[in-house]
Structures are given as structure tokens and as C-alpha cells.
């Protein structure tokens, strides 16, 4: 019989300029530690595809074969727009200055290191924040993968 299926929960999702950055949650941030956890965000979604290239062989049949190259991943992070957040702050910033940042996917806080969750070097690609005036500021941040994912 399979197993049970895998929740899709995050305790916390924090971003960071360095990934040395002291993980704050929002109970812990202050005027001289901000929180670096992000607030208002119900969404956040991983995608990895492989580049590929097309190749021939000795002997082909005439149909194309290819080869798998790179690894990409795409993340999209959604939620509501907080005024103040100073993650979701950092993370306009870095969309305009064009700097890598890191997005902590937090599933277990109290889990052994490597097993807590993953973090991830991104590229803020979109920062857009709006909605019907009649209603909450909602965000959507499209981010793009520079390297591999790190388990911490």
C-alpha cells in the first residue's frame, strides 16, 4: 500500500540577504533585529524543469532524441502585502538593486539540522503588490532558483 501523502505545511518562510542571517520570526523581530520571516504569505511554490538539447546518434531512426542539461527552479510566493514587513520589504529592494537573496522554507523548526527545511538562492524576478481598492493589498513575487537548494 503507498504511503501517506506529503502536507504541503511551512512553519515559517523567511528571507535573508546572506544565509548566514540570523533566522527572527515576527514574535522576536525588533527595531534593531527585524524579522526576516515573511508575514501575510498563504502561498509559496517550488518548480524545478531540465533544460535540454537536442542530439543525434549513429544509425538514427530520423527522430530526435535529446539530452538533459541544467536544473532550474522557479518560485512563486503569494499572500497579502504587509506594510512594514521588513522581509517583504528586503525582497522589493532586491528586485530593484537586482541582488541574489535567500528564501528559508521553514517545515520544522524543532527538526535536527538538515531536516528543518530547505533554503534556496533566488533571484527576485517580480514584486507585485495591488488589487481591487475595495480590498486587501495582496502580493505575488516571482523568483528565480541560482543554484542548487540547501537543506538546513
Do not use: W
Amino acid at each position: 500500500m503507498a504511503g501517506e501523502p506529503d502536507v504541503l505545511y511551512a512553519q515559517r518562510i523567511h528571507f535573508t540577504p546572506s544565509p548566514t542571517t540570523t533566522l527572527v520570526t515576527l514574535e522576536d523581530g525588533t527595531v534593531e533585529a527585524p524579522a526576516t520571516e515573511l508575514d501575510g504569505i498563504s502561498e509559496c511554490s517550488v518548480a524545478t524543469a531540465v533544460d535540454s538539447v537536442d542530439t543525434n546518434y549513429f544509425g538514427s531512426d530520423g527522430f530526435k532524441r535529446n539530452a538533459a542539461t541544467l536544473r532550474g527552479l522557479t518560485l512563486n510566493v503569494s499572500g497579502h502585502r504587509i506594510k512594514g514587513n521588513a522581509a517583504q520589504d528586503l525582497m522589493e529592494t532586491h528586485m530593484l538593486s537586482g541582488q541574489v537573496g535567500y528564501l528559508h522554507v521553514i517545515k520544522d523548526e524543532a527538526a535536527t539540522a538538515g531536516q528543518r527545511g530547505v533554503r534556496y538562492v533566488v533571484r527576485i524576478m517580480s514584486f507585485d503588490s495591488g488589487g481591487p481598492s475595495s480590498d486587501v493589498n495582496k502580493l505575488t513575487c516571482s523568483l528565480t532558483g541560482q543554484g542548487a537548494p540547501v537543506k538546513v
